[in-house]
């Protein structure tokens, strides 16, 4: 069974800053790559960043610059630094862990930027 448990997203006014964190736990094995999406209200699922070996970054062109996505692979914890949020970053944010037990999703965290 693994879990992942997600924390830190709120109401944060544009232009503001959160930092959202999912520690994985369980049956993991080995993690090898550990990422976030988005969903809004009325819209599919985005990917918004990964993170691959605790060292290679990727972003979605729409948060590059302003995200930052980062592990502690000790605590089995992946981070998103999110600054100059913007009122369209609003969403759930869900993280995903891929190991070698397989596909893994939080159960996601609220974010809303106010104009």
């Known amino acids: 069974q693994v879990q992942l448990v997600e924390s830190g997203g709120g109401l944060v006014q544009a232009g503001g800053s959160l930092r959202l964190s999912c520690a994985a736990s369980?049956?993991?094995?080995?993690?090898?790559?550990m990422g976030w999406y988005r969903q809004a209200p009325g819209k599919q699922r985005e990917w918004v960043a990964t993170?691959?070996?605790?060292?290679?970054?990727n972003y979605a062109s729409s948060v590059k610059g302003r995200f930052t996505i980062s592990s502690d692979n000790a605590k089995n914890t992946v981070y998103l630094q999110m600054n100059s949020l913007k009122p369209e970053d609003t969403g759930v944010y869900y993280c995903?862990?891929?190991?070698?037990?397989?596909?893994?999703w939080g159960q996601g965290t609220q974010v809303t930027v106010s104009s």
């Open positions: 995903n862990v891929i190991s070698t037990a397989g596909s893994h």
């Open positions: 369980g049956s993991l094995f080995s993690i090898n790559v």
């Open positions: 993170i691959t070996s605790a060292v290679y970054t």
